[in-house]
Each structure stands twice: as structure tokens, then as C-alpha cells.
């Protein structure tokens, strides 16, 4: 399970973009509420989510997605769900994908030291330890960051490729039409 953490003033399209990409994938996905079910985004898009943060079950998660935006990722990191949901995947080797200023949440948690890593400009001094790359997506270990809106699909994409390989992420890439 793909469990996509939505707080208060996330950037819609790097989560929706993400989700529909992974979905097409045949990856069952969760949005999750970090603070309610119904969300606002950063620009006024109001979504249900599939589940609260209290119904998030361990036992299945394969990944944790966080995307961006202000106040968005703020909210995520006051969030003590998204907190223990980041270390649950740490502690055993999940995928942890975070875009634009996201990574900044992981980054404050020491995640990011040694790895390579990429956020939206002005964010990188909270990727501690982090080897700052120009690349818009990163994938290092099992730590997926990207740039910010404009690579919500690459990110997407990148997620769906870790977790079904490269034959899968090709062929939705060719379905969408993607260029």
C-alpha cells in the first residue's frame, strides 16, 4: 500500500499526478488525511481522502508519499502520523518519496545524510547532510525526492518504477503518452 499524506496546503498536482500514475501501475494507493479527511490544497481544491491518519495500517505500507506546497509541508511535519509513518518505512526499508518542499521533512530527520537529493529552491538547507543534485527526480536507496510541481509526473513515474520495475513504468509512460 501507497499511502499519499495530504495536510492542509499541499500542492495538488504532485499528489494527484503521482496517484494516477501509480494507480495506472496497477499500486493500490491511499490518500491519507493528516489532520481530516477533507483537504484543502494550496490552491483552494478541497479533496476526501481515502482514509485519517489514525486508520493507516503498518503491516501493508510499501511506501510514503509527501507532496509539497506551503503550508502543505509544514502541516506534515507537525503531523506526528506522518512522523511515525516516515520512521516505520525507514526502520524497514520502504520507500520514502517526498517532492518540492517536502524532502525537508525527512531532511529534518537526518534521513537525507549521504544521499543524493533534491527539493524547490531555497529549501536545501534543510536537507541535512544531503548531496544537493540539479536532477529534477532522485532516486537514492530508498529515498525518492523531486524539484517541485513541474516533475510531479517524472516523480510519479519513479515511484511506479521502484515499486513494479521498469517494464511497468514504461508501459504506462507509453499509455499516457508520455513524452
Given at each position: ?6 495536510a ?80 516505520y ?34 529549501f ?20 525518492i ?5 513541474g516533475?510531479a ?27
Amino acid at each position: 500500500m501507497v499511502y499519499v499524506f495530504l495536510a492542509e496546503g499541499f500542492e495538488e498536482i504532485e499528489a494527484i499526478s503521482p496517484i494516477d500514475i501509480l494507480r495506472r501501475g496497477g499500486v493500490e494507493v491511499k490518500t491519507v488525511g493528516a489532520q481530516n479527511s477533507a483537504v484543502k490544497g494550496a490552491h483552494n481544491i478541497t479533496f476526501n481522502t481515502d482514509i485519517r491518519e489514525t486508520d493507516i495500517d503498518y503491516k501493508e505500507l510499501e511506501a510514503v508519499v509527501l507532496p509539497g506546497g506551503m503550508p502543505g509541508t509544514a502541516n506534515l511535519g507537525k503531523s506526528k502520523a506522518v512522523l511515525s509513518a516516515i520512521e516505520y518505512a525507514k526502520e524497514n526499508g520502504k520507500l520514502i518519496c517526498a517532492i518540492c518542499a517536502a524532502p525537508s521533512v525527512i531532511g529534518k530527520m537526518g534521513l537525507l545524510k549521504g544521499k543524493k537529493a533534491i527539493c524547490y529552491p531555497g529549501f536545501e538547507k534543510y536537507l541535512k547532510g544531503a548531496k544537493i543534485t540539479e536532477q529534477p527526480v532522485v532516486t537514492d536507496g530508498n529515498i525518492i525526492t523531486a524539484k517541485g510541481p513541474g516533475a510531479a509526473s517524472e516523480f510519479g513515474f519513479s515511484i511506479l518504477k521502484a515499486i513494479k520495475g521498469e517494464s511497468i513504468s514504461s508501459k504506462v509512460k507509453k499509455d499516457m503518452q508520455y513524452l
